[in-house]
């Protein structure tokens, strides 16, 4: 954490002694000072905080840096509040200065005496810096350098962790691999690369692979090199060469790596068919590296990788042959097995102890390591003694931080955290505001990072753009989990393995980084700066009992307060109140879902604040006031009953995303949402990038305004008017970074008006002069359409289209100008098309993946040809009552894996649920692994039936 506060405040130092300078009178020599000493703190912590784990000492002297630099960060916010923006000119500017100075002496006073105590500290501090850099033999300046601590050597001896007990569910992935290795006649090298986090049993799977009899039959020569993160490159060449060739001479060791590698790939070239594993490798530069050493050959060769990083995967399989495995975790029942056969050897579980072993086998999440590391602290329990038992069931993150098997667990997890980059680290440890089991919202969470200002600037690029490469980033690391994709390549739900937050809530308690609380007294920590508090909620807490612990607990440093999954009055509006009046740096305030019913007044005198989230809360009217915060950039008012905004918001000069909408049905999406109506001179917010949701039923002018926001990535109008499509068009046009747009016309359901966007004198039918249609990814249209428009066949980045309510006539097939679309990936259709029959042709959609089709009451046939469609995943048929058979060519989808079926007609129900094994339908769709009917019953309740195989279960929904 300090090797990203401290440059970000560094930073600031020189945009203060830049800009302002003259305020700083006789501070400037201090202030300069201040920013040299952080700049030489900030080359030596590259180096410092890879060893912080194994010296107390280096982790306390790391603990005041980001202490100080979060001091420093304190005291500028409060001189920028007091002098900075208040610029006078002229003679009267003159007289307003000369009183402004003498009124504000005691503030200069402050300030000056806070930045004289802060250089002291940073005096102390440097020479720290200076003793431990002679100690430790750190040289900050070759910081780059990479320079590991000794707990990483773990790694590998902890890896075979889970071979302590017999390691269940590995026979398929296993006999999998098998036959990856064996299959194929080519003579290529094929690589295979295994991947996943950590703990997940990946050396051990490949090791099982290695030493397989077929496998050391068909390979003769093998050779296994565990590479991990301290890879010393000559020293793996030469053990890789004592392993192929028994005759060594002397002289490899004095050798280059260049010259080393020349002796690797002759002895392959001469030995015959080789399979090599390269275990744990952690970057990408390894195999670069390594794969010219490793010959082509004629024998059909074969090397495999194991690594966490999906990066690494992807980089050494880039041939055809090449694959890919994603290693998954223990189902629930095999985690059960594996956790008995470590504890009870085999035998039952106990009845009374039934509920606390599942309760520990739930934090385990099907990670091997982590069930055989618990199960071996739980095995030396008295199995009589439940109240041991559950003691170890509620104190898991404390045995993470002791001595034993879970310290290793911890190592283990924390190896790849302590590998990330500095500037992904802050990222990670954020995460730690979100309950166990929480599942987070992709652009939630960067748009918090952002605010944070943990997101660095790149230039020609975007900050979301950055932020989202933080998160690939993490995900491609198995640190982050996705959960759901809003659509193909961006994930719009993750969340974090339960060991893995452990791990993570450690180090941001050490590091100071987030303050978490469920409210109850027993909760609260010791007297300490807080600067980021999340709250969560809990079963029995219906207050924050603040006024008794208020003396242990300080606001005036807090910069983001956060609230998150809390379903009952959870925040009184006393404590709320003086929290918020109490935390005047305040930049992150997120309330969402919160019973809040109206603004709070002590917010719009948080004058720094940047992010401010009061999605589904029942404020519904925003004050005048909201001018004053011209600093905010994130202004979230989705699912609130605001309906308008009040022309303060133009003062917003730096907003980037403002979103406030309502649905019109709260349990059916496709009605649409209310939009807000907003001042007429909108266009002048012009660092806008989110627009969700402006209602244009007040005509042109607000349409016309839209145009001028050159930034918008993501439009949502809706109540358009079909004499304002013209208009429209003519605004789009200028939205050349336009990414997601979703239009809404006046009138509800299938009665809506018509969007009439097909003005080809406005260039939309033109691919080449309208350049919004090189970026556009996400088209959401609710309303009628005469026909397609044309512009729609030439949006080549197109990959998620919803048509709803657009009627289409029989004659106006929307799949024929859809089906050549390159990067379509996903289709729904509600109420789209009047027509009998839908035919999905060879050789069309070959991107699509899920395709949803609802509400199309004279649909009866739907025809999918062999050769269409090849990739679709996913396929939901939904009130389609004329539709009575499945869709001939089903059988052609042969990537197909959940067909879902939802108040269709009887007969329908009865070909797909009736069938023998021998009958046709049965045949067309026993390729399919999941089928899910869902149906009303004559009671008015719903049922969902779900097949798998021959295996029907039904339950209510």
Known sequence: MAETVVPLVSNRLATLLREEGSLLGGLRQEVQFIKDELGQMRAFLKVAEPKEDDDPRLQEWIKQVCEAAYDIEDVLDEFVLRFAGHRHHGFCGSL??????????PARHQVASEIQSIKSRIKNISELRRRYQDEFGIDHRVAGSSTMNDSRRYSRDDALLVEEAKLVGIDQPKQHLISKLLEG??????????????????????????????????????????????????????????????????????????????????????????????????????????????????????VMLTTRNADVASASCTESQDYVYKMEPLSIEDSWTLFCNKIFKGNHCPAHLMDVAKAVLDKCDGLPLAIVAIGGLLASKDVSRIDEWEKIQHSLGGELEGTGKLERVKRILSLSYNDLPSHLKPCLLYLSIYPEDYLIGCYRLINLWIAERF???????????????????????????????????????????????????????????VTVTTGQPMTWPSKEKVRRLAIHSSSNSSNIQYHQQRQFYCFEHLRSFIAVSSTNPFLSKTFLSEVLRSSKLLKVLELGGEEIEETPNEIFNLLHLTYLNLCGTKVERVPRAIGKLQHL??????????????????????????????????????????????????????????????????????????????????????????????????????????????????????????????????????????????????????????TMPVWITHLQNLVRLDLIWSGLRAEEDPLESLQHLPNLGVISFC?????????????????????????????????????????????????????????????????????????????????????????????????????VIGFYTDDGGWRICRLWGKQKKTFLA
């Open 633 to 786: 950039e994130y202004l979230n008012l989705g699912y609130s009953g605001v309906r308008e905004l009040p022309v303060e918001i133009l003062k917003l000069q730096k907003l980037r995303y403002l979103i406030v909408f309502q649905p019109v049905d709260p349990l059916d999406s496709n009605y649409g949402f209310h939009g807000f109506k907003g001042p007429s001179k909108l266009g002048g917010l012009l660092a806008l990038q989110m627009l969700n949701t402006i209602d244009a039923s007040s005509g042109s002018v607000i349409v016309k305004e839209i145009g001028k926001l050159t930034q918008l990535r993501v439009l949502y109008i809706t109540q358009l008017r079909r004499e304002d499509g013209k208009e429209l068009c003519s605004s789009l046009v200028n939205l050349t970074s336009l990414q997601e747009l979703s239009v809404d016309s006046v009138g509800k359901g299938d009665d809506r008006e018509i969007i009439d966007l097909n003005h080809h004198q406005h260039s939309l039918s033109s691919s080449t002069s309208c350049s919004f249609l090189q970026s556009l990814c996400v088209l959401m249209m609710r309303g009628r359409l005469e």
């Open 455 to 513: 997101v660095e600037w790149r230039e020609g690029m975007n900050i979301e753009d950055v932020a989202w490469g933080y998160l690939g980033e993490l995900i491609n690391r198995s640190l982050i989990q996705v959960t759901g994709v809003f659509y193909e390549g961006l994930p719009n739900h993750c969340r974090i393995h339960d060991l893995m937050r452990e791990v993570i809530l450690i180090k941001s308690r050490e590091q100071n980084m």
């Open 185 to 302: 006649h080519d003579h290529q090298l094929k690589v295979i690369s295994v991947v996943g986090m950590a703990g997940l049993g990946k050396t051990t799977l490949v090791k099982k692979v290695h030493e397989d009899p077929k496998v050391r039959k068909n390979f003769p020569v093998r050779a296994w090199v565990t590479v991990s993160q301290t890879c010393d490159f000559p020293k793996l060449l030469r053990d890789l060469i004592r392993q192929l060739n028994k005759s060594v001479p002397q002289s490899i060791e004095s050798m280059t790596t260049a010259e080393l590698k020349k002796i690797v790939k002759d002895i392959l070239r001469r030995v015959g068919r080789y399979a090599i594993v390269f275990d744990d490798v952690w970057d990408v530069e390894f195999w670069n590296e390594i794969k010219f050493a490793l010959p082509e050959g004629n024998y059909g060769n074969r």
């Open 96 to 105: 307003q200065r000369i009183l402004k100075a003498i009124k504000s002496l």
């Open 831 to 931: 109420g789209s098309y009047q027509g009998e029959r839908l035919c999905f042709k060879a050789g069309g959609f070959l991107k699509l993946k899920q395709l949803w089709l609802r509400r199309m009451e004279g649909l009866r046939w739907m025809t999918i040809e062999e050769g269409a469609c090849p990739n679709l995943r996913k396929l939901v048929l939904a009130q389609l009552p004329s539709l009575e058979d499945l869709p001939s060519g089903i059988q052609h989808l042969s990537h197909l894996q959940e067909l879902g079926l939802y108040e269709m007609s009887s007969g329908m129900i009865e070909n797909v649920e009736n069938q023998g094994e021998e009958s046709e339908n049965y045949r067309r769709m026993a390729h399919i692994p999941e089928i």
